[in-house]
């Protein structure tokens, strides 16, 4: 009896120091996470091309896919033909001008000519080879004359004033109409997809030859190169950890044991919450957590949804 009861406390003493052992493997736990982006089309319209599949592998600005731009482009063409067509209702005053120039320049002539007979009628009145009406008859001739050519001065200054208030107010289209081309090139830039990050397309929304909206989502990727693993500490363990610091993660390897990896803190929140379910803590007591973001660089064993735990340095 004693040999028996001596080898109950042994084994029982075992399993204490083996379930203590277990406790002591790590000091917190969480599962693996990645920051996703959720890639939406930009315009609407039919998605012509659309070169990716779940699990595909794209770098940042890569091209994946294209939407149907002929709808802007037609709008467009549009736009462009009612900027041209505002040159055509713009009148051009220049021939007018010159018409008048012209009339003024004859007018002119007729007026030195009419100053030279003005004076030889003078001379001969003086030698009463003239009667003072052939002189009264030419400046009345004169006067007519640089009315007339005041007149057409006036009509040029006035055909220029009104045209180019006409034409301005025409013209006051153009920048608006240009602002439209501009907003339309934007768009069909936006027509062709471009990824964002670079990363693994996580899931795959929309296929080629479906009608999107501007908006919709298309697909969902993450860079898994560097995941993150979201644990959680008690309130006790706040004074063991730090921004920056370097931790041990463990993850099963399937066959018993654990793969380690390193870990740096990146985020400590400031808030508490209660204990998700799925969660194990070290003290099991512990009602309230604090959540923990640790960066882990993936060597491809690592994925969303995965448990690990954390072992602090």
Known sequence: MKFRLFLYVITFSIVLNGCSSSDKTSDASGTFEADEVIVSSE??????????????????????????????????????????????????????????????????????????????????????AATTKQLDDINTAIDVLQKQIAVNEQQIKVQETTTGTQNSSILSEYDPLKKSVAE???????????NPI???VLTKYAMA?????????????????????????????????????QVTVLVDDGNGGFKQYDGIITWISDKAEFTPKTIQTKDERAN??????????????????????????
């Open 198 to 200: 670079n990363g693994t």
């Open 43 to 128: 315009v609407p319209g039919k998605i012509l091309t659309l070169n990716i599949d779940e699990g595909s592998v794209l770098t940042k600005d890569s091209i994946v896919g294209i939407i149907d731009s002929v709808p802007l482009l037609l709008q467009k063409a549009q736009v462009e033909a009612n900027i041209n067509a505002l040159h055509e209702k713009t009148t051009n005053v220049l021939p007018q001008i010159k018409l008048l120039n012209d009339q003024i320049a004859v007018q002119k002539v007729q007026l030195a000519n009419d100053f030279y007979e003005r004076d030889r009628t003078a001379r001969l009145i003086k030698a009463d």
């Open 288 to 313: 309230l957590v604090y959540a923990i973001k640790i960066h882990v660089k993936n060597d491809g064993y690592l994925k969303i949804g995965m448990y690990g735990e954390v072992k602090f340095k």
């Open 209 to 245: 030859g479906e009608i999107t909206s501007a908006g919709k989502a298309l697909y969902k990727i993450a860079d898994l190169s560097v995941i993150t693993l979201r644990a959680y500490i008690t309130n006790d363990q706040l004074v063991q950890v730090k921004l920056n610091q």
């Open 184 to 194: 339309i090139n934007d768009q069909l830039k936006r027509a062709y997809i471009s």
